[in-house]
């Protein structure tokens, strides 16, 4: 029974109803108030009882200098006429001939000006002013009510404001999923299904942030065990007569030590020590000397510096890695291609851009969302001849990441790849960009 008292579905059903009950009520209120009062008189009757007192007062004394003491007190124009004399108060005022001929009612306005007419025996009067528009007066309670009106629908807007809070908590939560931080717990302070929802939420996140770490200690500690044994392989592959034999063992050994040691770098990137060590780097020399270690390679690398190249605080270690794989991929990926890759470096406001551009085989847009997770592959055949291991954007990425950096890649099939990269001035502190 509890639960389905704290049931939001309930409580939002409850407030709807209630707001809509209490408005009606209010409004009926209303409408009694206005039209079955005994004591509020309707607004003809009211203007017949202001114009009689008027009249009688003209018609005690029908003189120019009476009408002109009333129509200066209630700031309007009197017309007067009987068998004998005429006058007004104001000569600019309508005569009765005009009223008449525009109007055959007794009341009624004429020029956007009210007026009334009377007649007693001989006696016609025309009374003209503005005065003589009289607003209905609000009964007794009215703004109250109004007001109550008005917070009912503050306390229930704030009332289901604080209902579905924690959906703006999910949502801000499941955002940060998604950028990787899967160290985002939602306070939970309610016992409703979104406080339900809340409390799973957390669970997830602690099992997916378990799993994850325990893939990575495998992978780690795979590697570490696989050291051993390829090095003692390594020494073995000498000793073998068959040079073509000797060439293909010796390939693969290099491809799965290379494969071991981005992993073991990436594992080292994420751990507590294994943030950037900068120093001061002239980029334009940095990238020549990276470059120049591809030469001989189709399709080859062209490249675009300015004349004053920037320089850059970066750990060098890993800014050799991180190009060394993006120019490999280039290079890998083009090979059939007479176009050569191209390498461009741009500076920028608090950084500088670096661009590498193939005209490959491109990369097909259902993969581009995922190009970045770990041993993803393109091609799923994991041939080395047509590529590695799919770490090595997973590993760029994160040296990306830990110098404050970001990296983009944009590719189209069949027409190449362009991944950019910015990396600012100075990496962040440790901690800093976590």
């Not at 009223?99 to 004429?110: D, L, Q, W």
């Not at 300015?306 to 970066?314: D, G, Q, S, T």
């Not at 990496?427 to 800093?432: A, D, I």
């Amino acid at each position: 029974m509890k639960k389905r008292l704290n049931s939001i579905f309930i409580r939002l059903l409850a407030t709807m109803l209630f707001t809509a009950v209490f408005i009606n009520v209010l409004f009926f209120s209303l409408l009694l108030v206005f039209f079955r009062s005994p004591e509020v008189p309707s607004l003809h009757e009211r203007l017949r009882a202001y114009a009689s007192y008027i009249f009688a007062d003209l018609d005690s004394e029908p003189t120019l200098a009476h009408a002109r003491q009333i129509a200066g007190r209630l700031y309007l124009d009197i017309r007067y006429r009987d068998s004998h004399t005429s006058w007004a108060t104001n000569p600019n005022m309508p005569t009765f001939a005009e009223i008449e001929k525009n109007t055959k009612r007794s009341a009624g306005i004429y020029h956007e000006t009210p007026y009334l007419l009377s007649k007693n025996g001989d006696r016609s009067y025309l009374l003209y002013g503005h005065i003589l528009f009289l607003h209905p007066r609000l009964p007794q309670g009215f703004y109250f009510v109004l007001a109550l009106i008005l917070l009912l629908f503050i306390a229930s807007y704030l009332f289901i404001r604080t209902i579905i809070k924690p959906v703006k908590q999910l949502q801000k939560a499941v955002e940060q999923i998604k950028a990787g931080n899967l160290d985002i717990h939602i306070p939970v302070r309610r016992m409703d299904e979104l406080g339900e929802l809340s409390v799973r939420f957390n669970v997830m996140a602690d099992q997916i942030k378990k799993m994850l770490k325990a893939k990575d200690q495998l992978l780690l500690d795979v590697s570490h065990e696989l050291r051993s044994p390829l090095t003692r392989m390594k020494v073995a592959a000498e000793f073998i007569k068959d040079r073509k034999l000797k060439h293909t063992l010796t390939e693969e050994m290099d491809g799965m030590e290379g494969m071991i040691s981005e992993i073991l770098e990436t594992a080292r990137i994420n751990s507590p020590y294994g943030k950037p060590n900068p120093e001061e780097i002239a980029l334009q020399g940095f990238l020549k000397n990276i470059i120049d270690s591809f030469a001989g390679r189709k399709p080859g690398i062209v490249w675009h510096a300015p004349k004053n190249a920037p320089v850059i605080r970066a750990d060098a270690r890993q800014l050799t890695m991180l190009f060394n794989n993006i120019l490999d991929n280039a290079l890998r990926y083009s090979a059939h291609q007479e176009k050569p890759a191209r390498v461009r470096i741009q500076t920028k406001e608090g950084g500088v851009d670096i661009s590498v551009k193939d005209y490959g085989y491109g990369i097909p847009n259902r993969d581009l969302p995922y190009i970045f997770e770990p041993f993803y592959r393109v091609d799923s055949s994991r041939s080395r001849e047509t590529g590695g291991y799919g770490i090595g954007f997973s590993l760029s990425k994160r040296i990306v990441d830990a110098h404050g950096g970001t990296i983009e890649i944009q590719s189209t099939e069949r027409r190449g790849t362009t991944v950019t990269i910015f990396l600012p001035c100075s990496p962040p502190e440790p901690g800093e960009n976590s």
